[in-house]
């Protein structure tokens, strides 16, 4: 028993991580919001095996979108302006 919670910290943290590191641009594109995900990784990861929940959540619901939106949120078209109120 003790192994598998261990086993469910060490993949909330890497989630946990993942998810940190990610540019913010990246999670506008994606359309999900940073600070709820963020916030909902690290309070359940704390929680050991109810943990697992949230990071299954995460690579079912969030991943997909973070993947398929790109780098950044940024127009690819020359004569579209970036938004100054979005921080990168």
Same mark, same amino acid.
């Given at each position: 028993m003790n192994?598998?919670?261990?086993?469910?910290?060490?993949?909330?943290?890497?989630?946990?991580?993942?998810?940190?590191?990610?540019p913010s641009?990246?999670? &506008?594109?994606?359309?999900?919001?940073?600070?709820?995900?963020?916030?909902? &990784?690290?309070?359940?990861?704390?929680?050991?095996?109810?943990?697992?929940?949230?990071d299954a959540a995460f690579l079912l619901l969030v991943l997909p979108r973070l993947l398929g939106s790109g780098s950044t949120a940024v127009s690819e078209d020359p004569r579209v302006r970036p938004n100054p109120f979005v921080k990168n």
């Open positions: 192994t598998f919670i261990t086993i469910c910290y060490i993949a909330n943290a890497a989630i946990f991580f993942y998810a940190l590191t990610r641009g990246m999670w &506008l594109a994606a359309d999900r919001n940073r600070g709820f995900w963020i916030t909902t &990784l690290a309070i359940c990861g704390i929680l050991g095996a109810a943990g697992l929940a949230a």
